[in-house]
């Protein structure tokens, strides 16, 4: 960990900030907090925060426990707190794996729930991530290297609810290179978590070795790639409205008759939108062309159907599609 004993509080002019103005911008339900890692783009999103409403501001930290410097880290981020006069909040997690499950996947949903509930004890309505430009791009790379839809290539939303808590990422426009240069300029310290240089990691891969090509050749690839992530997430907007509609029309459970009457295109579509929706579970790509075909085999009443889907099966109940958990 890369920090100095004693962070220097807010600067005398908050608006050299790059963080400053995305914050002015925004209409927020006040008191409020910044989930805070200690990194360098939740200390300048705080700093920012702290100058924009003084009094108003809570910090949340995670502490995983997964490394050895955790607590190093929750020192660092009261010591930085206690600068800035801004009330923090600790909550402790078990980010253990399960068999089978993405250790990143485990340690975000552990981090977003512990953030919800802190938000829920400080009864604040609106949690502030720091997530930036550069990494709104590695994710739509990640989505790509892994053939995503709309949903991937979306990218990460400006806004949005979890448990119950309004999480909003203000800084997709700003560069993280120029939120660590105003930090270095200010003289501010920031923890340097070491797991980031561990190419073991796809995201780290694609921060090493892509962006700095992509940078060379695409010089406004911030820009551009955050304008297709709009795109994108305004097509699955639509789409999205499309799939609600259609599972009106078809029913909740789907009727298969109902579905064959819809282009395949559509099928998908909705299907999609159901399993999603009612079960919370996202199809494969080959899960759902064999989950079409065999809803266009469905001609006679003998016929059966038996898909699995996630964690569950989608069969034949009669005339409609059901879809059941895996015990």
């Known amino acids: 960990m890369a920090a100095t004993p004693t962070p220097r509080p807010t600067p005398a002019d908050?608006?050299?900030?790059?963080?400053?103005?995305?914050?002015?911008?925004?209409?927020?339900?006040?008191?409020?907090?910044v989930a805070f890692s200690g990194g360098a783009d939740s200390t300048a999103l705080l700093i920012a925060a702290a100058g924009t409403w003084t009094g108003q501001v809570h910090a949340i930290h995670v502490n995983h426990g997964l490394q050895a410097a955790a607590s190093q880290f929750e020192h660092h981020c009261e010591a930085v707190c206690e600068s800035l006069q801004v009330p923090l909040r600790v909550e402790r997690v078990d980010a253990?794996?399960?068999?089978?499950?993405?250790p990143e996947d485990a340690a975000r949903k552990a981090r977003y729930a512990a953030l919800a509930a802190a938000a829920a004890a400080l009864r604040v309505k609106t949690v502030l991530l720091g997530q930036h430009a550069d990494d709104q791009?590695?994710?739509m790379l990640l989505a790509l290297s892994r053939g995503a839809g709309l949903p991937g290539l979306a990218a990460m939303p400006a806004s949005f609810v979890r448990h119950g808590v309004r999480f909003?990422?203000?800084?997709?426009?700003?560069?993280?290179a120029g939120l660590r240069e105003w930090l270095s300029t200010q003289g501010v310290a920031t923890i340097d978590d070491p797991t980031n240089q561990d190419t073991a990691y796809t995201r780290n891969r694609i921060r090493q070795q892509v962006l700095p090509a992509v940078a060379q050749a695409f010089p406004q690839f911030r820009e551009t790639f955050a304008r297709s992530a709009r795109h994108a997430a305004q097509a699955h907007e639509l789409l999205t409205a499309i799939a609600a509609d259609d599972l009106l029309a078809v029913g909740d459970p789907p009727a298969i008759a109902a579905l064959q009457r819809l282009t395949r295109a559509r099928q998908a579509n909705v299907l999609r939108y159901w399993l999603r929706a009612a079960h919370d579970v996202a199809p494969s790509a080959a899960q759902l062309d064999e989950l079409l075909d065999q809803v266009a085999d469905c001609t006679t009443r003998g016929h059966r159907l038996r898909i699995k889907v996630g964690a569950g099966l989608v069969q034949r109940q009669g005339e409609q599609l059901a879809f059941t958990p895996s015990v």
């Open 96 to 102: 253990r794996h399960a068999s089978g499950e993405s």
């Open 137 to 139: 791009v590695e994710t």
């Open 14 to 33: 908050p608006a050299s900030n790059p963080a400053w103005a995305p914050l002015r911008a925004l209409a927020v339900e006040l008191p409020l907090a």
């Open 168 to 176: 909003r990422r203000p800084l997709l426009g700003v560069s993280g």
